[in-house]
């Protein structure tokens, strides 16, 4: 449930009405913000009051009964105020739907076949709440939208030609949630995206504007004219996130770089190729997310602060992909005024810049950077880092990477997960890798060959994922040195592993997860899979050569947790009391054998 929708203005309308009871309902323990949100905005029960309705109907009191309603049995279907058809692969709505005319919420989420709503929607007066996220096949809206003012959630709006379904459409809504506009090109007429009135929208707290123009080549005219576009559509101060994508101007509006839009949390700039230079947008205080993406012409993060010499001040993750001309995060003549940047930056994300070559000393608090071969040098300036992803690109030359590598490396002594995709012995040298005393997580992802000096030095390593490495087809034998720490190994999409590796036995006294993805080739569990006494979890899926469960695994006591899916054989050889593996499992307390059904 989505928190914080109350309106300044006085008049209490049904959703200020719910967020007052659920205050209430919050002070009275009833119910809770969930501690997984990390911006308090979902309430779930309270633990409190979920015990005591499990523990009521464990006991099963007489008397207690549940009912669910079943709207389909209704005689009446005026009387219907809510229609779920979520996930369904519906293209098309009836029109007898626009005679429930006291229908208040419409849930169509994830249809992603819909591709028309019904022509008199409009009818449907009383409605409050349409839900549209993840329609990607709707081409327009119905005509006069508009007219349907009791409207407070509209999650996608697609922008049409016509009289009816122009953007003007939105002036009357008084709209909250999130709202995402779609083929903002198709605006010709100015004064219909001031008409839009989103700078009145003062429920509104995540936009997302999307162009969608198959042109890439934009005269200056067409350029000017979404410039301008852009400019009319300013938001209400409340915004917290703002989404944009296939923006073809040059340049941003005024509005993005005024700090009046203070409540900004979250920014995504997407293929907005021709933009010249970011907003500054380094003023606003609680900005906590910028996503940049395919741009072309940009050379800085931060050119010319306005005001403040702390820019980004509340910045935690920064994600940089396809900036070929990005020199560096603050310009020369900026870093001449001892400007404090990123100063709580944890996580940085730098992929396809090949311009960037030094990142500020000032990220002291930077835990996570994933990064390409030709961004390692970045490492020389970090030193706290607990996680790092290390794509090497094809075309870095085996000398670089050494060189690179055993320099960059030597300083991460708080590395704890890396992450590594086309490498191989030369990528990762011995040199760097004794530094890395702290490793707990490996992933190995699309290497011809796993260098036996990777599992020498990393002697606190837990976890190992090995992913896409077409000639893998063993564990090296100095996997023994983990014996002691290393709890989970998962191997996946292996297209040349025949056997379940036997240097596994070496760490029989640790290992408690093994997961089997994707091994086409394998042919069978081996008989010493129960000498792996602490195993607690096996999970083996499409592994299609596989024909029975070992007798084995009969002995293993510890065995809590199997997952069989995705081939049908054993599948039915697993089946509960029939199948004729079933007397090998069934000591086994929770089993999964089939279709994943969560």
């Avoid at 719910?18 to 911006?39: F, H, K, M, P, T």
């Avoid at 009135?197 to 707290?205: G, S």
């Avoid at 290497?447 to 990393?458: A, E, I, K, T």
């Avoid at 050889?573 to 999964?592: M, P, T, V």
């Amino acid at each position: 449930m989505a928190h914080g929708y109350i309106s300044p203005k006085g008049a209490l309308e049904m959703e200020d009405v719910g967020n007052n009871i659920c205050d209430e309902l919050v002070l009275r323990s009833l119910l809770q913000y969930d501690s997984r949100d990390a911006d308090e905005k979902t309430l779930i029960m309270h633990d409190l009051v979920r015990d005591l309705a499990q523990s009521i109907m464990e006991n099963k009191i007489p008397g207690v009964q549940v009912q669910r309603a079943n709207v389909s049995s209704a005689s009446d279907h005026s009387k219907i105020r809510e229609l779920n058809l979520s996930g369904t692969q519906i293209r098309t709505l009836p029109d007898s739907l626009c005679r429930l005319w006291n229908l208040q919420v419409l849930n169509l989420d994830d249809c992603e076949k819909l591709e028309a709503l019904p022509k008199k929607t409009r009818d449907l007066i009383n409605l409050r709440h349409l839900f549209l996220e993840d329609c990607e096949s709707l081409t327009e809206m119905p005509s006069k939208i508009g007219e349907l003012t009791s409207l407070r959630t509209l999650s996608q709006f697609i922008v049409g030609r016509n009289r009816g379904n122009r953007l003007e459409e939105l002036q009357c809504l008084k709209l909250g949630g999130k709202l995402t506009i779609r083929h903002l090109e198709r605006v010709e007429n100015l004064m219909d995206a001031k008409k839009a009135n989103l700078a009145e929208k003062e429920n509104l707290l995540h936009l997302n504007l999307q162009w969608e123009s198959d042109n890439d080549a934009p005269t200056l005219e067409e350029k000017e004219s979404e410039e301008k576009v852009f400019e009319a559509l300013e938001p209400h101060p409340n915004l917290e996130i703002l989404w944009v994508w296939g923006f073809n101007g040059r340049h941003f509006p005024d509005w993005m770089s005024n700090s009046t839009l203070e409540k900004l949390v979250d920014v995504h700039i997407s293929s907005c190729k021709n933009f010249l230079h970011l907003p500054q947008l380094g003023e606003l205080p609680h900005l906590k997310y910028l996503w940049v993406t395919t741009a072309e012409e940009v050379e800085y993060i931060i050119e010319d602060p306005l005001i403040s010499v702390r820019q980004f001040p509340s910045l935690k993750t920064l994600y940089l992909w396809s900036l070929p001309n990005l020199k560096g995060f603050l310009k020369e003549q900026v870093t001449n005024k001892s400007v404090e940047a990123f100063s709580n930056l944890e996580e940085l994300r730098i992929e396809d810049c090949s311009s960037l070559k030094v990142v500020p000393s000032s990220l002291k608090k930077l835990k996570k950077l994933k990064c390409t071969s030709s961004n390692l040098a970045l490492l020389s300036n970090l030193e706290n880092l607990t996680k790092l992803d290390m794509y090497f690109e094809e075309s870095t030359s085996v000398e670089t990477k050494y060189a690179v590598t055993t320099e960059t490396l030597r300083s991460q002594t708080n590395l704890k997960i890396l992450n590594i995709s086309n490498a191989d012995e030369l990528s990762l040298p011995e040199q760097g890798l004794r530094a890395l005393k702290s490793l707990t997580n490996l992933y190995i992802v699309n290497c011809n060959s796993l260098p036996r000096v990777w599992f020498v030095h990393f002697t606190a390593l837990e976890e190992l994922g090995i992913y896409g490495c077409p000639e893998v087809v063993e564990l090296p034998q100095e996997i023994k040195n983990l014996n002691n720490c290393l709890k989970t190994v998962i191997l996946s999409d292996l297209p040349h592993m025949v056997c379940v590796p036997k240097a596994l036995q070496h760490v029989s006294d640790s290992l408690q997860y093994l997961y089997l993805f994707g091994l086409p080739q394998l042919r069978s569990l081996p008989g010493w899979l129960g000498d792996l006494r602490c195993l607690e979890d096996l999970s083996i899926h499409d592994c299609l050569k596989i024909a029975s469960i070992p007798d084995s695994i009969r002995g293993m006591t510890k065995l809590r947790y199997l997952s069989v899916q995705e081939f049908p054989e054993l599948e039915r050889r697993c089946e509960r009391e029939k199948g004729e593996d079933w007397h090998k499992i069934a000591h086994i307390a929770h089993l999964q054998i089939g279709e994943w059904i969560p």
